[in-house]
């Protein structure tokens, strides 16, 4: 069974400061992997999306994120954090091969001080 | 619609009524999941369709929780004689195919008391 990793519950960075948020997933093939953003109280956003082709995926707001097959990590990074970045990650390994149900990370809450 | 819409947004219930949280997808999206949320948790699978297929319903946590999918369309999702514990925000997802992104509505809380 596919299962997801995020061995961080909370990241605290001072704005502007870079970011790097864990993700390390267990699948048999090549996974399609995603990363979540949810803020307080509302439904998840799509940040990025790794199918295939080129490991390193840039998303929206400034994010991107690497797909490394040998350590079984789709970390999200992102250079200089901003006080609206505070919020709920959620890293996915998404419907493929005989599962077609996205699995969840726990999530990871990053904390922005200014 | 623009996106995947849920309704209510809060529901208070008592201990013992039932609830129906009802998913409007995206249209044309053949696949739909409802996943819970409880503080502080990641995302539990709930039940998954995918266009005239059967339910997958592995992630329902008791037969107090059922869920349908009219004309491959809205769903709904059935809490009977609720529990404390089923306290959590409900989301609903859709997504074009089997494999692609899922795109979620932003939830419905229920609070039981």
């Known amino acids: 069974a596919q299962s997801v990793t995020q061995p961080d519950i909370h990241i605290t960075v001072s704005e502007g400061a870079s970011l790097e948020l864990r993700c390390n997933y267990s699948?048999?093939?090549?996974?399609?992997l995603f990363w979540y953003v949810q803020s307080p109280g509302q439904g998840l956003q799509l940040l990025l999306k790794?199918?295939?082709?080129?490991?390193l995926v840039q998303g929206i707001k400034g994010f991107e994120a690497e797909f490394k097959r040998s350590q079984s990590s789709f970390n999200l990074r992102k250079p200089s954090v901003h006080w609206s970045d505070a919020a709920e990650y959620f890293c996915?390994?998404?419907?493929?091969?005989?599962?077609?149900?996205?699995?969840f990370g726990r999530g990871t809450s990053l904390i922005v001080h200014p | 619609g623009a996106g995947v819409s849920q309704s209510p947004s809060n529901k208070v219930t008592e201990k013992g009524k039932d609830v129906e949280l009802r998913c409007d997808p995206i249209?044309?999206?053949?696949?739909l999941y409802w996943y819970r949320q409880s503080l502080g948790q990641g995302l539990e699978f709930l039940i998954y369709?995918?266009?005239?297929?059967?339910?997958?319903k592995s992630g329902l946590p008791s037969d107090r929780f059922s869920a349908e999918r009219t004309g491959g369309s809205v769903s709904t999702l059935t809490i009977q004689r609720t529990q404390q514990e089923d306290s959590a925000v409900y989301l609903c997802?859709?997504?074009?195919?089997?494999?692609?992104?899922?795109?979620f509505g932003q939830g419905t809380r229920l609070t039981v008391v």
């Open positions: 997802a859709s997504s074009a195919t089997q494999g692609t992104e899922a795109f």
């Open positions: 699948y048999g093939a090549t996974p399609y």
């Open positions: 790794y199918f295939s082709g080129d490991t």
């Open positions: 996915a390994v998404g419907p493929s091969g005989g599962s077609y149900i996205p699995t």
């Open positions: 249209s044309g999206h053949t696949a």
């Open positions: 369709f995918q266009g005239n297929s059967a339910p997958d």
